[in-house]
């Protein structure tokens, strides 16, 4: 199957402008939306983006603000609802450029945590969400000193870049995916206060809030995850309606680190993926066929 790669722009948030990429087969079933984590862009999800182009998926991808090729100061934003407002904003263009097409959103990390506050906030006209390794729980890594420092630089200087301290060694246990990640000019991995605080607040705000969702979710993530804890995926999910029930779901990979879509086992991964996503298109009533309205 042939698979056309575009890249380009669209005007989110207060008229900044986004890149975003894509990857589409020639006769696509369904489109995914894809949210990336913190510090890096898009390009990481090629591997993603292929597969799912081949099993007949619309793939699209964006840089955050401040991301990446898109524009802003650089890992900064001013209130964590923009990114909900930039994932909105992709999602309809989206929704019409395959209209008819059921719409599935994914977001990884800090990606996650935008995703899983933007179905509950927004209540999204798409077939699902699928959360990978979601920031819902990140530890100590902003508490005590650091915190407060980081408080009081959000006063005084909320764009000043600090080292989050952050290596490549718990994304994966592949070393080409690590070796790729330090080479890789469009990755920063450093910090301002005001995002460091507004995703802790979102956090704060999100971590239990699953039972104000309402579309089906997966939740996916690698069981020695050192970055953001696992325990934040099962806590979101005992907090969804219904708890434990179908169709929501929470898998959680022994073994696998951060960024299990770029493990050695990452087709399995695409394979679960995409199988719930079908799941979802087959168990639905008959009414609701055909898109995601």
């Known amino acids: 199957m042939g698979i056309r790669r575009t890249e380009g722009g669209f005007e989110a948030t207060a008229g900044r402008e986004l890149f975003r990429r894509s990857w589409l087969p020639v006769a696509p079933e369904r489109a995914l939306v894809?949210?990336?984590?913190?510090?890096?862009?898009?390009?990481?999800?090629?591997?993603?983006?292929?597969?799912?182009?081949?099993?007949?998926?619309?793939?699209?991808?964006?840089?955050?603000?401040?991301?990446?090729?898109?524009?802003?100061?650089?890992?900064?934003?001013?209130?964590?609802?923009?990114?909900?407002?930039?994932?909105?904003v992709l999602v309809e263009r989206v929704r019409c450029e395959h209209a008819g097409l059921d719409v599935v959103l994914v977001g990884h990390s800090m990606g996650g945590l935008i995703a899983a506050g933007f179905a509950r906030e927004y209540k999204p006209e798409v077939l699902g969400v699928v959360l990978s390794g979601p920031a819902l729980s990140v530890g100590?890594?902003?508490?005590?000193?650091?915190?407060?420092?980081?408080?009081?630089?959000?006063?005084?200087?909320?764009?000043?870049?600090?080292?989050?301290?952050?290596t490549p060694d718990g994304l994966s246990r592949d070393p080409e995916v690590?070796?790729?990640?330090?080479?890789?000019?469009?990755?920063?991995?450093?910090?301002?206060?005001?995002?460091a605080l507004a995703m802790l607040q979102a956090i704060e705000s999100t971590a239990c809030g699953g039972a104000e969702v309402e579309v089906p979710l997966l939740l996916l993530?690698?069981?020695?995850?050192?970055?953001?804890?696992?325990?934040?995926?099962?806590?979101?999910?005992?907090?969804?309606?219904?708890?434990?029930?179908?169709?929501?779901?929470?898998?959680?990979?022994?073994?696998?680190?951060?960024?299990?879509f770029n493990e050695p086992e990452r087709e399995d991964v695409f394979a679960d993926l995409l199988g719930w996503v079908q799941?979802?298109?087959?168990?639905?009533?008959?009414?609701?066929a055909g898109g995601s309205a």
């Not at 420092?149 to 764009?159: D, E, G, I, S, V």
């Not at 690590?178 to 005001?194: F, G, I, K, Q």
């Not at 690698?222 to 969804?240: A, K, N, R, Y």
């Open 34 to 88: 894809v949210a990336h984590g913190f510090a890096e862009h898009s390009g990481r999800y090629e591997a993603l983006g292929c597969w799912f182009a081949e099993h007949g998926c619309a793939v699209h991808a964006y840089d955050h603000q401040g991301h990446g090729r898109s524009q802003g100061p650089r890992n900064y934003v001013a209130s964590f609802a923009d990114y909900h407002d930039d994932l909105a």
């Open 140 to 166: 100590e890594a902003l508490s005590g000193p650091r915190l407060w420092f980081t408080q009081l630089m959000r006063h005084f200087a909320p764009r000043f870049l600090f080292d989050a301290g952050f």
């Open 178 to 195: 690590r070796r790729l990640y330090e080479e890789d000019s469009l990755v920063d991995t450093r910090m301002t206060p005001a995002l």
């Open 221 to 260: 993530h690698g069981g020695d995850d050192s970055l953001c804890d696992p325990s934040g995926s099962q806590v979101f999910f005992e907090s969804l309606p219904g708890g434990s029930a179908p169709p929501s779901e929470l898998k959680i990979y022994p073994g696998l680190l951060h960024e299990i």
């Open 279 to 288: 799941s979802l298109e087959a168990n639905r009533p008959p009414s609701a």
